[in-house]
């Protein structure tokens, strides 16, 4: 099914106005004022509301760590699960503080977790394949993958959506992304991932840089995703594309789940109304990544760790712009006067 377009000129004129109406001056919320008028073209209301927001965090392993591109062993993939379902990492925290719901999805963890509470299985493979020498995917089981993802989306009883994952080595595989989905050299789109060095970094751009090469005739974003994507973030992808056209808010966190939105975005360029960014990573390459999307994050923390985590923390300024349209006096209600001049 296709995504509609959000645009709607009499009730952007509708929001802007009950906007406008907010006993504070013109324009003095910024960017929550966007963020209000968006939510509403979004929800196609003035009444907008924020229910139930849930973070899917979609975890699965790479092929390409044989390739040594990342600062930590591929085990910490499933330990970190482990972690999520025990309610002890970053991302729990943040959701928990946040009052948002979280999922843990096996997409395709090279670990057999055996039936867990907490834990949703979707797992479709061991981990993808060392795109350095072959396909990550098979074209099948990315559509798979993307149909997957789709059925969760499908699931959700929210009406905000975060996106979330935990994948050692898939900021390699989002690099990739990047360079072949917006042209921007390879260099300029890998960083750091878990901490590696500048020799790391570098060996990691001769990784990409050979890899694509030997992929050269790829460029089909399905086909794209496919060969160096992970089922993470083809699942992410899937999710992304239905939630947008159920017209739920997708917040969108890191580099990693930044490069699944390029994917969906070169399938359904009208997902990016359904997107809100909640904020730019410190892994070199995501400013520029937004900017290929035209997206203006939300906040700048510095932080460099995906799980979903900006995603928790940008929720407090969804519900600030919902609470300020639907809760605040307007200039007639409270009596107070207008601009003079
Ligand atoms: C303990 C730990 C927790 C994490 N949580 C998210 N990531 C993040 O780091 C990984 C990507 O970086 P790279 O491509 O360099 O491997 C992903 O799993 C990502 O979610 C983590 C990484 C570690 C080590
Ligand atoms: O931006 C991210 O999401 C990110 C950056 C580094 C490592 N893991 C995730």
Redesign the pocket.
């Known amino acids: 099914m296709p995504i509609s377009p959000t645009h709607n000129d009499t009730l952007a004129a509708e929001l802007d106005r009950a906007i406008n109406n907010k006993t504070k001056p013109l324009g003095s919320l910024g960017t929550l004022e966007a963020l209000a008028r968006q939510l509403g073209l979004i929800q196609n209301t003035r009444d907008i509301t924020i229910t139930k927001p849930a973070i899917l965090v979609f975890a699965a392993d790479h092929g390409v760590v044989a390739e040594g591109i990342s600062a930590y062993p591929q085990d910490v993939t499933w330990q970190m699960v482990e972690n999520f379902l025990a309610g002890g990492a970053a991302i729990n925290v943040f959701a928990k503080q946040n009052d948002c719901a979280l999922r843990v999805i096996d997409a395709g963890v090279n670990h057999d977790f055996g039936p867990r509470h907490g834990l949703t299985d979707r797992k479709l493979a061991h981990g993808t394949r060392n795109f350095a020498q072959e396909p990550a995917m098979s074209h099948d089981l990315c559509q798979t993958a993307l149909a997957a993802g789709a059925a969760l989306a499908a699931e959700l009883e929210g009406n905000v959506v975060g996106f979330g994952e935990m994948g050692i080595g898939n900021?390699t595989a989002a690099a990739a992304l990047m360079h072949k989905l917006t042209g921007i050299a390879v260099a300029q789109c890998v960083?750091a991932?878990?901490g590696l060095s500048a020799e790391g970094i570098l060996h990691k751009q001769r990784v990409i840089e050979a890899a694509v090469a030997h992929h050269a005739s790829v460029t089909e974003a399905g086909d794209v995703l496919a060969t160096f994507g992970g089922l993470e973030i083809a699942m992410m992808a899937g999710a992304m594309l239905k939630a947008a056209e159920l017209r739920k808010v997708l917040l969108i966190?890191?580099?990693?789940?930044t490069s699944a939105l390029l994917v969906a975005a070169r399938m359904q360029p009208s997902i990016l109304d359904y997107c809100i960014f909640a904020h730019c990573?410190?892994?070199s390459g995501?400013q520029q990544m937004l900017a290929a999307l035209g997206a203006k994050p939300l906040l700048n923390l510095g932080?460099?760790?995906?799980e979903g985590t900006g995603c928790a923390l940008a929720l407090p300024l969804l519900h600030a712009a919902a609470n300020f349209l639907n809760q605040m006096a307007t200039f007639e209600s409270a009596q107070v006067s207008e601009k003079s001049e």
């Open positions: 900021t960083g991932g878990t966190d890191g580099f990693i789940v990573s410190n892994e995501h932080l460099r760790l995906g």
